[in-house]
């Protein structure tokens, strides 16, 4: 019997340590990003029979698991694609905004200045003047749409570029994902309980993914992640 109520207060001390090593991880990692906070499930040992009814055999911790919402993650995911699409289309149009609206940019000045002369070679045809006036302005018109076509090509070029580099960036992330769920799987299969650091890597790929692509994530038994374009 005192062997039994030893073995009761060491589960007891034991189980209590766990938890404290718990709160002390959720502490430590306040800071850490993709962190999410890990707790420890508890149950009862298996009681043993005695000749008057089943004794207690004290407490066993079953699991240390992440607390967070799934939901709530997958509305953050679907939030920042959507920010990172509105940022990029933001930026891009307020510098074509700005490359054609600007006053000393844009088309508005050369474009009254050849209606002006238009105007004038109307109301004095004859003045030699006026159509000198026409054949400039016409000719700095002209000269400005070539400025703009040549500064718009550049925006494409720049735009070409970005995507090409955001390709190579969502095919590093998704060799990385990759990887980190094989991970995963193996630690699984290999002791029976989630890996939560491994999941919490790997889920910080995904997040950094969601900033340059829409995605859906679909969460299998073996704490692999499957990702899908949205």
């Known amino acids: 019997m005192g062997t039994g109520i030893l073995g009761i207060a060491a589960s007891g001390l034991n189980a209590a340590q766990a938890g404290i090593r718990a709160t002390q991880q959720n502490i430590a990692n306040v800071n850490t990003p993709g962190y999410r906070r890990q707790e420890i499930t508890q149950s009862s040992r298996l009681p043993q029979y005695t000749g008057y009814g089943y004794v207690g055999n004290g407490v066993a911790v079953d699991q240390v698991r992440h607390q967070y919402s799934q939901f709530l993650d997958n509305e953050v995911l ?17 510098m074509v905004d700005k490359l054609l609206g ?12 050849f209606f002006a002369a238009a105007q004038e070679v109307a109301n004095d045809p004859a ?21 703009l076509a040549g500064q718009l090509l550049e925006q494409r070029a720049a735009t070409n570029g970005d995507v090409q580099a955001l390709t190579t960036r969502i095919n590093v992330l998704a060799g990385q994902i990759a990887q980190a769920n ?3 799987a193996q630690s ?11 999941v919490d890597a790997r889920d910080q790929l995904v997040e950094e ?9 679909l969460d299998q038994a ?3 992640a499957d990702i899908y374009p949205r």
Request: charged content about 15%; proline content about 1%; overall charge positive.
């Open 222 to 224: 073996d704490g692999t």
């Open 182 to 184: 094989a991970t995963i």
């Open 127 to 147: 003045n030699s003047a006026t159509r000198q006036n026409l054949l400039a302005a016409g000719q700095n018109l002209a000269g400005r749409f070539n400025t």
């Open 102 to 113: 600007g006053e000393n940019t844009g088309l508005n000045a050369s474009l009254n200045q």
């Open 78 to 94: 679907l939030n920042q694609s959507q920010y990172s699409r509105y940022a990029a289309a933001s930026t891009r149009s307020a």
């Open 209 to 217: 993914l969601s900033k340059l692509v829409n995605v859906t994530r």
């Open 188 to 198: 699984r299969a290999a002791n029976g309980q989630p890996a939560n650091d491994l």
